[in-house]
């Protein structure tokens, strides 16, 4: 294990801030390298220990990401800090602006069809110079994912940024990340909807004080307030647990150190 990785509930976590991520992201386009990264919150480190395929599909990326700050206020707590939180839409939008000045090529996969227009319309107002090789909804059956992975290979794209819910994203990367000839895969969930104007990001007040997800489940309490409240309880007593007795939780996420 090297000095820039901390193992969280047997999931290996890579210790960067912001800059050192995108520092890496960039490296590895420039150089020709793949880079498939996968980013955490608390959900979805609690869904990883009902669902070994999403454990497996995560632990398997390049890069893991601490994406929510109760996953770096457990990682102080627990004595395996994390220098910051590296939330995935943040993420996104500064590897849109460096991709735009250094003239990368970039996929858009996922979300409904008339939110990807929207999106798409609005990256071109932020980017206009954005080199955009292609884009699809993300809506298509497991049946559809190889000739969709064809079609970004043949796009020329050297970023794929990824639409989509957990864990259709984590399964499409494990599967078809390396297919898509891209040198970057980067699943940012809801960014779509947020740039689309389809849903709101909380402010940054509400980010710092860990409450991002509560501002998210105000504009759906029906769809998301009984998940979070769910998988945030189990994500306490997870971290109540580890800080009791330090075992790893998902065996399949701490074989590489």
């Not at 509400?206 to 309490?221: F, S, V």
């Amino acid at each position: 294990m090297t000095k820039e990785r901390q193992t969280l509930f047997g999931v290996r976590l890579d210790a960067l801030t912001m800059d050192q991520t995108l520092d890496r992201c960039l490296t590895a386009v420039r150089e020709g390298e793949r880079l498939e990264i996968g980013v955490v919150n608390a959900a979805k480190l609690v869904n990883m220990r009902r669902d070994p395929a999403l454990a497996r599909a995560v632990s398997g990326c390049d890069l893991v990401l601490a994406d929510g700050q109760a996953v770096v206020w457990a990682g102080r707590l627990l004595r395996r800090p994390l220098p910051e939180r590296v939330a995935g839409i943040d993420l996104f939008m500064r590897l849109l602006a460096e991709a735009e000045t250094a003239g990368m090529s970039v996929y858009f996969l996922g979300a409904r069809q008339e939110v990807l227009e929207r999106m798409l319309r609005e990256v071109a107002a932020r980017f206009p110079a954005l080199r955009v090789a292609g884009s699809r909804n993300g809506y298509f059956d497991d049946s559809e994912q190889p000739a969709i992975a064809d079609a970004v290979k043949e796009s020329g794209a050297q970023l794929l940024f990824l639409g989509m819910t957990s864990p259709k994203k984590e399964i499409f990367v494990a599967g078809y990340g390396e297919r898509s000839g891209v040198n970057l895969v980067h699943g940012v969930g809801g960014s779509f909807d947020i740039l689309a104007g389809v849903t709101r990001r909380a402010p940054e007040g509400w980010q710092r004080l860990g409450l991002e997800w509560l501002y998210r489940a105000a504009q759906e309490p029906r769809r998301l307030g009984r998940r979070y409240l769910t998988t945030n309880v189990a994500f306490v007593l997870m971290t109540a647990r580890e800080l009791l007795r330090p075992t790893p939780s998902i065996r399949t996420a701490s074989r590489e150190s």
